[in-house]
């Protein structure tokens, strides 16, 4: 039998927890039989949720975390005014070695803070970031930086481009994973300064496939798309709207079609099958790239699905050991 | 009868020239009985295409413009060694006054540096701008920059917010246009310093509704969204891509469902009035915002209704007097 692995949970974080945290746990541990998690949040709601769903009570260890950080909080305020949150306990198991891995569906930016202050950077990394994967005709690919970041210089690319492309094969099953940096053309003098410099660096590395433009996200012309978090975050949020707005389309034009019920189910469901490739459900989480231990988040919205699917990443990036491969590439 | 409105024609621009221009042309010479056309490019070219095609020679000028500009060519350069392409002397007939708007399909970025060359800048204008509609829930709203200026400041962002509620207006028939600036968060202390800067400064005009984040383009939560032009050529580019990519995807799973050919009929059929909003067809070309004169530029792929559809968009530009309505806002 494979030893234990152990991952600490928020169960207080995302906008459905203790519910979605808790229901995802017991799947994950289902699932897993190595896996023993140490769930966080106020002892006495996450005991009685524990109960509640029947978890497993030998591999479940309670840690009281009395402060909860809400999903708006300014990062900083809420880290200093509750240094008992889930978050930054959560993160303090792993930097003592408690949890080989943290994960979340909470306030992104208070995350990332804790991650870095608590955890701290890895060895030879200027800035951590954190990806977002994205929709494309071949599959999930990887958007970096997905808001961490909102402006980079040439080296911080350089190290994204890196570590995505780590990410990309080990965590995606990518071979061989193309790097490519979002541009407003093809040419390598397209661009801004930053970009055209940033260009220059990237073309030493062999995953670099050069510029890709707006159109090439979606058909998936590179496996790791290389942006800075402002662009990121527009993007990651725009292509999460699009099956919702789609939705609403379609819905308005099977009306104006009278279309009669049989065939409504027909194009609901056919509609639903192409839009599986927009459902980030399966993938759940993604761990902060650079941090000096394994800590992730999830969508805030995420279902109990979404917190097994994270739970079971955060495992994966332990098994193939994540971070030993971006310390070595880096250094 | 309304006096005659002259609008000069690229006959050379465009992946579908001479073709899809002077089909366009004769559309819209068919459908304006106000209408006159200075058609430019090669003479021969042009006149054996204006006989073929049968158009009214009475109400047809054709400008000889030997030189051709590639849709790829390096702006600054083309206009150095092509003095006389159709895209100078398109311009030209502007800023002469024989022509009231010049409408092309060609290369933007030497159509963008030929208007402001031969054309200036109206008075108060720090940077003249491109557009592009966006589809949204609403119907088509504007997106500024679409790739004409890669980093803006502040004062720019002002600019265009009026330049833009104008057009949206007076041209896209919105009633008291909201301007909003696109931004990774809602709040007032999101982003870059420059978009703080920004934020501060638009709050003083009473279009302004805040921030926008991705997922509030396609609602069409704003009917203006301001964004850099590295940001507007991504977005532009990547909804152009959406329609091409679903198809793909919508193709995939009626094949997995394995539909019969009366199902797959109704439901391309439904997907196809889906997807409408997405067809830029009906919009043809967008005017360079903050030139003095009207100069036009639609997709590289334009159909012959998208420059039908331009060059009414072109008259509309004049009646409306779009230029004396920014400088108004302006100055």
Chains 1, 2 share one sequence.
Request: proline fraction near 5%.
């Amino acid at each position: 039998m494979a030893s234990s692995l152990h991952v600490a949970v928020d169960v207080v974080g995302g906008d459905h927890y203790p519910t979605n945290p808790i229901a995802g746990a017991k799947l994950a541990l289902e699932s897993h039989s190595n896996l023993v998690l140490h769930l966080l949040g106020p002892e006495d709601l996450v005991s009685r949720e524990v109960d509640a769903h029947g978890l497993d009570r030998s591999r479940v260890v309670v840690h009281h975390a009395p402060d909860i950080v809400g999903m708006d909080e300014a990062p900083s305020a809420a880290l200093k005014s509750k240094p008992n949150s889930s978050i930054a306990l959560g993160n303090g198991l792993v930097k003592q070695g408690h949890a080989q891995a943290f994960v979340s569906a909470g306030n992104t930016g208070a995350l990332l803070a804790a991650s870095m202050f608590i955890l701290g950077k890895l060895d030879g990394v200027s800035r951590p970031t954190i990806g977002t994967v994205y929709p494309t005709l071949k599959g999930f690919r990887l958007l970096l930086d997905a808001g961490a970041n909102l402006e980079l210089r040439a080296e911080h690319y350089m190290q994204f481009a890196k570590m995505g492309r780590i990410y990309a094969e080990h965590l995606m099953g990518v071979d061989s994973p193309k790097v490519g940096l979002l541009n407003v053309g093809e040419e390598a003098e397209k661009g801004t300064e930053t970009i055209l410099e940033t260009y220059n660096h990237l073309k030493e590395l062999p995953e670099f496939v050069g510029n890709i433009e707006g159109r090439d996200i979606l058909t998936g012309k590179a496996d790791v798309f290389l942006c800075n978090g402002f662009i990121g975050n527009l993007l990651l949020k725009f292509g999460e709207s699009i099956p919702e707005v789609l939705t609403q389309l379609l819905s308005n034009s099977m009306k104006e079609k009278a279309l009669d019920p049989a065939q409504q189910a027909l194009v609901v469901d056919v509609f639903k099958e192409t839009m599986q490739p927009f459902n980030y459900e399966n993938v759940g989480g993604m761990p902060f790239l650079g941090v000096n231990g394994i800590s992730m988040v999830g969508h805030g919205g995420s279902s109990p699905k979404a917190i097994y699917n994270m739970i079971s990443n955060a495992m994966h990036c332990v098994e193939v050991e994540l971070n030993q491969r971006i310390l070595s590439s880096l250094n």
